[in-house]
C-alpha cells in the first residue's frame, strides 16, 4: 500500500496539472470505487480543482469555490495518474475526471477486487469523514510522540501503523523506521527511554523524508526499501540477515543484530495456530 511518501510524491506531481484547467466531465466511476452519490458526481464539471491536498495517505482535491473536495483512497491495489492531451489511458478506469483542454486524472486498480475509493463531499463532509485521523507522521517530534506512546500500551509496529494514532505510516515505512531507531517491532510503546523515544522520532521525520526524495525521483520499491520485503539480505547497516516474523495481519522485517540483540522474534500467527 502506498504510505506518505508515496502518496506525497504523487500529490506534488498532481498540483499543477489537476489545477490547470476546470473540469470537463467527470466519469465514468466503477459502482464500487464511487463511495458517494449527493453531491452527484456531475456537480464537478464546469469547476476548477484549486490544486492536490494529502491528509495520511488520501489524496484530497478542493474545487476552489470552496464548495466541493475530491477525496482519493488508493488502499492497496490503487493508482492515481494524469494523462496529458492525447496521451493513451486505460479502457476501463476505476475513476476518471476529463479536464478541458484534453488532460485525464485517472484512477485504475490491479485485480479483481475493487476497494479503492473516491468520494465527493462538501468541505464539512469531508473534515467529517477524515476527523479520525491522528496527527501526520511527518515533522511529529519527540514530545507528541511521546504522548502517543505513553497513552497506549501497543507493540510499536502496530501502534506505528495505528492510523487513529498517527496518520501516514504503513507497515513498509513502520519496518524501515524501526530499523533506523534500532528499535524491536515487538517493543512496548510505553516501556521506551527518553533517548529512545527521540531516536524514534528522528527516525520517523528521516525516512519519511528519505523515501519521499527517492518517490519523486520515481525510484522504485527495490531501490527505497532497505529492510521492508529484504528477507535474508545483509542488513545494510551491520551485514546480519534481516529476519522476517509474522505478527497480526502483517509480515514484519527486522534485523536481529540492530534491534532485539541478536533474537529471533517468535511468530505470534504461528504460536498461536500451534498452541
Ligand atoms: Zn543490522
Known sequence: MPELPEMEAW???????????????AGPAHIATLKTFDPPLRELEGRRFAGAERRAKRLLFPTDDGELVVIIHLMSAGRVRYLAAGEAGPKTPAFRLGFQGGGQLVLTERGAKKRAGVWILTPEAAEQELAHLGPEALGLGPERLGEILDGDSRRLHSLLRDQRLIAGIGRAWANEILHTAKLSPYAMSGGLTPGQVQELADAIDSELERGLELRERGAKDAKVYRVHNRLQEPC????????RVDFEEHTIYYCPDCQTGGRVLKDRRMSRLLR
Open 11 to 25: 500529490r506534488r506531481a498532481l498540483n499543477d496539472p489537476v489545477s490547470a484547467f476546470p473540469i470537463e466531465r
Open 236 to 243: 545494510h547497516v551491520c551485514g546480519t540477515s534481516i529476519e
